[in-house]
């Protein structure tokens, strides 16, 4: 019986890592769980959540993933690398910066902890330092996914596209389905202006996950190309969907903050006549804040009902 068990457990870890290597961070949200309920106590599922969960932006609930990841094994490699990841979304780069420390001396020659290096230098606008951390990690692991496709980002931002489509080719070699490389090939074919093929890299993204911000923002890059103003309303919608149900309440009621300021001060100085148009833009917006989603919703399903797998992917 312990021996099925730890066989499941395994299983549903192993099924988790694969899910979110391709973006499928729902369903490895669930796979999680599953562990959690026959073992709550297990430090990799802890860990693995709070990865997913920062990548979806719910910060709070991931921090405290990590916090029980390493409650549960304080020298855990998994736990402090999900701490690293959960507390550079949230712009923490101080603590980050010393759960980073203890990485590299749990594990000095690992390339995926040089990869989070990059990702904290660059944060922290030490750019300078971030090809070396990505060299040093494809010396490590040359064969790395997630280096070559975090290089071709690194050379497609500085303008070097050549390098960057370079990248982008061997990660999808590897993965023809993986997530970031799929945006990063979208990008660059953006670049070039082959529209159809970046739509289509696009789609493929989406299909691995709907949600993933960086597909959505290329796909509003994309519609901007073709439509200046739908650009825009895609642009808008992808971003508020970035920052989820929290982040968004937030925004609203700024917003809510500022039309009542607004329609105050008009009145104090003698500019009655413009409070009628400051309400009828906030009550449009109250209007568009409750079908928009549904709107931007439908608009993504019809775009990825044309998805067509390419014979060179």
């Not at 500085?158 to 590897?174: I, N, S, Y």
């Not at 009628?276 to 917006?285: A, D, H, M, S, Y």
Request: hydrophobic fraction near 45%; charged fraction near 25%; charge should be negative.
């Amino acid at each position: 019986m312990w021996c099925s068990e730890m066989f499941e457990l395994d299983r549903l870890l192993d099924q988790a890592h694969n899910l979110m290597r391709l973006g499928r961070l729902d369903q490895a949200i669930d796979c999680l769980r599953q562990a959690l309920a026959q073992a709550p106590d297990l430090t990799e599922a802890h860990a693995l959540l709070a990865h997913c969960l920062a990548n979806q932006k719910r910060l709070a609930a991931s921090r405290y993933e990590a916090g029980l990841a390493l409650a549960s094994d304080p020298d855990s490699i998994t736990a402090h690398h999900a701490m690293v990841v959960v507390l550079m979304a949230s712009r923490k780069l101080k603590e980050a910066e010393h759960h980073l420390e203890v990485l590299f001396g749990l594990l000095p020659e690992a390339a995926d902890l040089y990869l989070l290096r990059a990702q904290l230098l660059t944060l922290q606008n030490r750019k300078t330092d971030v090809l070396q951390c990505l060299e040093m990690a494809r010396a490590l692991e040359p064969e790395n996914i997630e280096v070559l496709v975090d290089l071709g980002e690194y050379h497609l931002a500085r303008g070097d596209k050549d390098q960057a489509w370079l990248f982008a080719r061997q990660a999808l070699e590897q993965e023809p389905e993986y997530q970031s490389a799929l945006v990063l090939m979208g990008y660059l074919q953006l670049a070039q202006g082959d529209l159809d093929d970046a739509t289509q890299s696009c789609h493929w993204a989406l299909r691995q996950d709907p949600t993933d911000a960086g597909a959505l923002r290329l796909l509003a890059s994309i519609k901007a190309r073709r439509n200046p103003f739908l650009g825009l309303w895609w642009r808008y919608n992808a971003k508020m969907s970035t920052f989820g149900d929290t982040g968004s309440i937030t925004i609203l009621l700024g917003l809510f903050f500022c039309y009542r300021i607004s329609a105050i001060f008009v009145e104090q100085i003698g500019r009655a006549e413009l409070a009628g148009p400051i309400n009828i833009l906030w009550l449009c917006l109250c209007v568009y804040t409750w079908v928009g989603p549904e709107l931007f919703r439908r608009s993504l399903r019809k775009e990825m009902e044309t998805v067509l797998l390419r014979d060179d992917f």
